[in-house]
């Protein structure tokens, strides 16, 4: 792998007289390979999506089932009399708005040392670690009898499951260039946004139960994710260079076709250079913003959404659960289409993520002008399927932002600790008190979806801005970024 050339010296007074140049591409692979190279290239990274990102998925879809199914809690056995509400002390609005919030405070503190801990204890262990906590606070949910101990015990598992889903980004990006992350990181997506819809299934039938739900939903869906921490625990594989399922010829074939500027196994967990040059670059306020107002305004209904269908009066609680189904399945379907898209290069991602926000954006006026319910929950699907889509096909831009593996991880882990705002702020928009036309709450998710298109939009100049600057006359970020992430590998001895 080449490294980065320096053309011309530093002034007296700093780096303005510095003409600097890097001369690889956005990749070390050679600018003419052969098919057969490519061919080989891709028959490596079909032998690590199997291992590693079928897994990852498969887990995700547990994990967002533990996540999602409070909001199924909320109505199921109402009619009943005897709704987790009651159970837990007759909790108003606001209180069961706190229930769903509290969750995502530490998920939003801890995520970034969370996602730098990941490469400090290896994945195997630190995953392992979060998927066997998780499981078992969730199950402890069960037994908590009031309004104190729901929080508490949704305190804990936000906790618990901080740095999942940025630990997993990062854990790939070790594996593959941002480049080739689109797609894959698609059907992880939407994998977890698929439990909607089993979610959905599962409280239909312990709505039934009567007397067992509520609570007792917590106890069947903690079990699964202790035993996907312990198979995590012995087979996850880490990184390619201690990788048993790869020989060495693969594995070399693996590392060549990784960026220098990409995350490196043996590299230091922490580089303070990588460090200051990501609070430098103007992109990190850029996307943390496009997160933030994305998060609320598009993801804020998706935290209620049980609830939001519930009021529509279309028909009883326990059939409203299986109303979400549809909403999931829609938006995971075309999660896939557009990441297949953005793979083939028949759309950018920065196209696609501006529609959709501007088709969320008309299904939000649209409920708050008609008062039929049956066309209100097909809006409500729609802006709930645009939402889902819109964080999974920016997220290669945003690794392929970032250079190193210090700058790596805290980019992935500050970036996604923004986007925990759905939870903080999204039930507090969406209380119940607000149903059943909620038109406060979608006036407050139009302006935020406004405001995420104007981050959008001004990311996409200064990412674009950036790429087309010719090698010698990169700036002084990439370059700082750069040479920290080469001063990785040479440590590591890969240059």
Same mark, same amino acid.
């Given at each position: ?21 890097? +001369? ?79 969750? #995502? ?59 999942? =889903?940025?630990?997993?980004? =990062? ?17 992880? #997506? ?21 007397? $067992? ?114 909403? #999931? ?30 088709? $969320? ?29 819109? =964080? ?88 700082? +970024? +750069? ?13």
């Amino acid at each position: 792998m080449s490294s980065p050339v320096l053309h011309g010296k530093l002034d007296d007074g700093g780096h303005k007289g510095m003409d600097v140049g890097v +001369s690889s591409t956005a990749s070390d692979t050679p600018s003419t390979v052969s098919q057969e190279q490519l061919d080989r290239v891709k028959a490596v990274r079909r032998k690590v999506d199997v291992k590693i990102l079928l897994w990852y998925s498969f887990v995700y879809l547990v994990m967002r089932i533990n996540v999602s199914n409070i909001s199924n809690t909320a109505i199921m056995n109402l009619e009943q009399g005897h709704g987790i509400k009651k159970q837990l002390g007759k909790l108003s609005s606001a209180q069961w708005a706190w229930v769903l919030s509290i969750f #995502y405070y530490p998920y939003m503190v801890f995520e970034p040392a969370s996602t730098l801990l990941l490469k400090r204890f290896r994945p195997r262990v630190w995953m392992s670690r979060i998927m066997i906590t998780w499981g078992i606070i969730s199950i402890c949910q069960a037994a908590t009898q009031n309004y104190g101990g729901i929080l508490a015990a949704r305190f804990f598992l936000g906790l618990a499951e901080a740095g999942f =889903y940025p630990g997993v980004l =990062y854990h790939l990006s070790f594996w593959y260039p941002a480049d080739k992350m689109p797609l894959r990181i698609a059907f992880f #997506y939407a994998c977890g946004q698929f439990s909607g819809t089993i979610s959905g299934l599962l409280a239909y039938a312990i709505s039934f139960l009567d007397g $067992a739900g509520g609570l007792s939903v917590f106890i069947i869906e903690g079990i699964p994710a202790v035993l996907c921490g312990i198979y995590t625990l012995f087979f996850l594989p880490n990184y390619p260079e201690d990788s048993k399922f790869l020989d060495a010829e693969e594995t070399q074939v693996l590392l060549d076709d990784l960026p220098k500027t990409q995350p490196s196994s043996t590299a230091k967990t922490w580089n303070l250079s990588q460090a200051k040059a990501l609070f430098q670059d103007p992109t990190y306020i850029t996307f943390t913003l496009i997160w933030v107002f994305h998060s609320i305004g598009g993801w804020g209904v998706s935290t209620v959404l049980p609830t939001v269908i519930a009021d529509l009066g279309l028909t009883g609680t326990a059939v409203a659960q299986l109303m979400t189904m549809p909403t #999931y399945a829609f938006g995971c379907t075309c999660l896939v289409g557009i990441g297949w898209l953005i793979h083939t290069k028949k759309v950018t991602p920065w196209v696609a993520a501006i529609t959709l926000e501007v088709i $969320a954006m008309v299904c939000y006026i649209i409920l708050i002008s008609v008062k039929n319910t049956i066309v209100k929950y097909i809006f409500v699907t729609l802006a709930t399927a645009c939402s889902i889509c819109i =964080y999974p096909i920016l997220w290669p831009e945003r690794i392929r932002a970032a250079r190193g593996t210090t700058t790596a991880g805290l980019a992935i882990g500050l970036t996604n600790a923004a986007a925990q705002f759905s939870g903080i702020v999204g039930p507090q928009v969406y209380q119940s008190k607000f149903g059943p036309t909620y038109r406060i709450s979608y006036s407050v998710s139009l302006a935020l979806l406004a405001a995420a298109i104007a981050s959008i939009v001004a990311t996409w100049i200064l990412v674009k801005k950036r790429d087309a600057q010719p090698s010698q006359h990169a700036s002084l970020q990439d370059v700082l +970024s +750069s040479v920290g992430a080469t001063e990785d590998k040479v440590q590591a001895g890969h240059i």
